[in-house]
């Protein structure tokens, strides 16, 4: 089964920038529906972005305009690119592998946003 890894979480400043990344192991991405999703304590993990197999991408309205996903060229990558963070982006991102058989997660990478 397919294993994710997250990196690119840190703290950042309000308006800064970060991407995240996401690589995986054993099966291609290209077989999945890629995702990545936050949480914050006391609430529900919630979509932030997905995209399909042809590359149609989905977006919470919540970061439409500054965020964006994209796959990397060899298929093995997800990148989640965040502009204009503000301090309610503050949450743990977590990349997601969605297949017939279900979904895989990784164990998620912090991202704090404050001055």
């Known amino acids: 089964q397919v294993q994710l890894v997250e990196s690119g979480g840190g703290l950042v400043q309000p308006g800064g920038s970060l991407t995240l990344s996401c690589l995986a192991s054993?099966?291609?991405?290209?077989?999945?529906?890629a995702g990545w999703y936050r949480q914050t304590p006391g609430k529900q993990r919630e979509m932030v972005a997905t995209?399909?197999?042809?590359?149609?991408?989905d977006y919470a309205d919540f970061v439409k305009g500054r965020f964006t996903i994209s796959r990397g060229s060899a298929q093995n990558t997800v990148y989640l690119e965040m502009n204009s963070l503000k301090p309610e982006d503050t949450a743990v991102y977590y990349c997601?592998?969605?297949?017939?058989?279900?979904?895989?997660w990784g164990q998620g990478t912090q991202v704090t946003v404050s001055s």
């Open positions: 054993g099966p291609s991405l290209r077989n999945y529906v």
């Open positions: 997601s592998a969605r297949g017939i058989l279900g979904t895989h």
């Open positions: 995209i399909s197999f042809d590359g149609y991408t």
